[in-house]
């Protein structure tokens, strides 16, 4: 069975970084896309930033040059590194990884950033 598992997030104040982490562990094969999404409260979910087996990244307008989605050395692993962090990004994020047609779903991980 896969599972999915985020880390990384917290309270951080603006202007500054963190780095999620996910791993998808469970499965013989290979994610054919990896995704970071996030919610606020109130709001539906968004995609953020997605990264290809291919290497194809696609990243939401709005966080475009402050974000950068990375694969990891270990199989399914992908990081989402943001910086310049502003008051609107305070969200859940969680990691989606696509496998064998599969989608898998992280409990997700409080990104906090302060005024």
């Known amino acids: 069975q896969v599972q999915v598992a985020e880390s990384g997030g917290g309270l951080v104040q603006a202007g500054g970084s963190l780095r999620l982490s996910c791993v998808a562990s469970g499965s013989g094969s290979s994610a054919t896309v990896m995704r970071w999404y996030r919610q606020a409260p109130g709001k539906q979910r968004e995609l953020v930033a997605a990264l290809a087996s291919s290497g194809i990244t696609n990243y939401v307008d709005s966080v475009k040059g402050r974000f950068t989605i990375s694969k990891g050395d270990a199989k399914n692993t992908v990081y989402l590194q943001m910086s310049s962090l502003k008051p609107e990004d305070t969200a859940v994020y969680y990691c989606?990884?696509?496998?064998?047609?599969?989608?898998?779903w992280g409990q997700g991980t409080q990104v906090t950033v302060s005024s």
């Open positions: 989606n990884a696509q496998i064998m047609y599969q989608m898998y």
